[in-house]
């Protein structure tokens, strides 16, 4: 029998409403309980709220279109240092004068019932202080990757997000993909005997020399922060493993420009099982987009790998192809059913955290010559 869509989402956004509600029901009394069920119904029937916070390129061209589409979740607020920003979006978005924040009241937003989520689209060294605030005004967190740019910032957003009994997760689009699901597919079921060998690479021409992403103080780092990490993601997915140890070498043809943070960064992860990942990442050169795994009894890989779209597919035996898909807009559903369920999210605050400890291994061992550092 062939499922009514619209009948799924309605019993989608009853289990959402009631989610909350049950989530807050725990801590209160009696009365609180009324109020509490109260506000549950009044979450029936709507989507999950999100307020996007920085309005640049990612927010504007990418995520609230992906809200347009999104099954479960729609735009809620904004957030943003240019009045003339929030006003476009007000207009495009049709979003109401007290669903308009500043950087400075944001925090109000505590208030704002129409906003579940905070999606936070802002240079990477500020990611923590605004999912700390995020949390404290009582909202759940989808962040953008890096996730930060060191590991003590990225234990700081999980601690506030637990103990503000809310869910944390990172940008990582790709494991929400068809295409990257299936090269996951192939390598844990082991279709073709077990992964040896990983090649993953991604990089661009980073145009420009004014601009954040030059910026150690905001960036944290350079190519390897902002597209290397893709890479890093889709070696450690692949493999199903942690890594045990990492060797890194860094080149840089440019070191004007690139004087405060890395352009090209070349690294090998070893992990349990034997396995190798080679990995590359640049802002020196266009195209470098790939995710090819080697196992006993054949290969499977993708190209176009990382983009927001244009995967191709293909194992030794021919290509694959799925449908293409806003990698956005299904990476908010799913966090949305996670909110609805209880479940946690994949691509959780742990998991951001895993790969910025990998990545402060890298730079580890580029700072030391390109000697082994071991990872716990
Ligand atoms: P942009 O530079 O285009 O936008 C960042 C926005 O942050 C600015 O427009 C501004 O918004 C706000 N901002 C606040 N303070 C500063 C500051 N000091 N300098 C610059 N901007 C500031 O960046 P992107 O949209 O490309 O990237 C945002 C985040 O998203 C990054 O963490 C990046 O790594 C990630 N990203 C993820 C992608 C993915 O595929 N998952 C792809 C691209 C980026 P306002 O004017 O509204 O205040």
Redesign the pocket.
């Known amino acids: 029998m062939k499922e009514d869509p619209s009948a799924s989402r309605r019993g989608f956004l009853r289990n959402f409403g009631f989610g909350f509600g049950g989530g807050v029901l725990r801590v209160g009394g009696m009365l609180g309980k009324l109020e509490k069920i109260a506000e549950a119904a009044q979450n029936l029937d709507r989507k999950v709220g999100f307020a996007l916070v920085?309005?640049?390129?990612?927010?504007t061209n990418q995520i609230g279109p992906a809200l347009l589409k999104s099954k479960y979740c729609s735009l809620a607020a904004v957030v943003?240092?240019?009045p003339q920003?929030l006003q476009r979006w007000s207009t495009q978005y049709k979003l109401p004068e007290n669903c308009l924040y500043s950087y400075e009241t944001f925090d109000q937003i505590a208030y704002n019932s129409a906003v579940d989520v905070v999606y936070i689209?802002?240079?990477?060294s500020?990611h923590s202080e605004f999912t700390v605030r995020a949390a404290h005004a009582g909202k759940h967190v989808l962040c953008?990757?890096?996730m930060e740019v060191s590991v003590e910032k990225c234990e700081r957003m999980i601690e506030a997000c637990q103990s503000a009994g809310k869910q944390l997760a990172i940008?990582y689009?790709c494991q929400f993909e068809p295409h990257h699901l299936e090269m996951i597919r192939l390598a844990r079921q082991q279709v073709y005997g077990p992964v040896r060998l990983i090649e993953a690479s991604f990089g661009f021409r980073l145009e420009g020399a004014e601009?954040?992403r030059l910026k150690r103080e905001?960036a944290g780092g350079g190519a390897l922060m902002?597209v290397g990490i893709y890479a890093l993601q889709g070696a450690r997915y692949l493999a199903g493993e942690e890594p045990i140890e990492v060797t890194a070498h860094e080149t840089k043809s440019d070191p004007e420009k690139f004087s405060e943070v890395d352009e090209s960064i070349f690294w090998t992860l070893k992990f349990p099982s034997g396995l190798i990942a080679n990995c590359a990442t640049t802002y020196l050169v266009p195209g470098m987009n790939r995710l090819w795994a080697g196992a006993d009894q054949g290969s499977f890989e993708l190209t176009s790998a990382f983009g927001y779209d244009g995967q191709k597919g293909q194992t030794h035996k021919g290509p694959f192809s799925f449908p293409a898909t806003d990698h956005f807009a299904v990476q908010m559903d799913d966090f949305a059913q996670c909110l609805a369920t209880g479940k946690k999210s994949k691509v959780s605050g742990e998991e951001g955290l895993r790969d910025v400890k990998i990545i402060t291994a890298i730079y580890e061992s580029i700072k030391l010559g390109g000697q082994p550092v071991q990872l716990s």
């Not at 920085?54 to 927010?59: D, I, Q, R, T």
């Not at 689209?121 to 990477?124: A, I, R, T, Y």
């Open positions: 920085g309005l640049g390129s990612l927010a943003s240092s240019d920003k689209l802002l240079p990477n500020m953008e990757k890096p940008g689009r601009q954040w905001l902002d």
